[in-house]
């Protein structure tokens, strides 16, 4: 049954998540800026671990999702945008799974075991398989999609909070109240 919030559960998995992501693409773009050496493998293997946190993340929080409080669409929303909103959300999650995923691949195809910031090596199993470039590359493509599906949902956000006043980005804030 529809509420007017996401479940206390759902707020905490989402936050947790973004600080990740966020920490996550911060982190990749530190390590571009280094040069090789212990504080590069440190910033990339941390990158590595923020990652594999969001896939495990992943599973809790569409559980979260399908079995708590789900608020309804927006007050007076026409229904393509509550297709962009599905669909806007289907691509984020789709996001949270390619991309550790294939941040894992990129691993496990380098030309040494991947050190994870010195807490575990992952074997370099598919060093020989030639993937390491395209899987590589589609860490990259895929990073750049959710930057680009970030900003929609963001903006999204912010068209809910400044623009319709219509309580639906408060769902999501902890401690908001939903009513606009």
């Known amino acids: 049954m529809p509420g ?6 759902s707020i905490l998995l989402h936050w947790t998540m973004a600080l990740a992501i966020a920490l996550a693409w911060g ?23 923020l ?16 079995l ?19 669909a806007a959300h289907l691509l984020l999650y789709a996001l949270m799974l390619a991309l550790p995923l294939s941040g894992l ?3 496990l195809t ?4 991947f050190d994870l910031a010195g807490l575990a090596t992952l074997p370099n199993s598919l060093a020989g398989t030639g993937l390491r470039g395209l899987v590589k ?16 949902h963001v903006g ?13 980005a408060a769902r999501m804030m902890p401690g908001a109240s939903p009513s606009a």
């Open 68 to 86: 708590g409080t789900v608020p309804g669409p927006a007050p007076g929303a026409p229904a393509w945008e509550q297709r962009l909103a599905t």
């Open 4 to 9: 007017q919030r996401y479940s206390i559960l």
């Open 137 to 152: 590359e589609a860490h990259e493509v895929l990073a750049n999609l959710m930057l680009g599906a970030i900003a929609l």
């Open 156 to 168: 999204a956000v912010a068209w809910h909070a400044i623009v319709r006043r219509d309580g639906v």
């Open 110 to 113: 380098g030309r040494a075991p």
């Open 51 to 66: 990652g594999l946190a969001v896939l495990a993340l992943l599973l809790p929080r569409l559980l979260a999702r399908w």
């Open 105 to 107: 691949l990129t691993a």
């Open 27 to 49: 982190g990749a773009q530190l390590a571009e800026a280094l040069g090789r050496g212990p504080t590069k493998s440190l910033v990339v293997g941390s990158h590595a671990l």
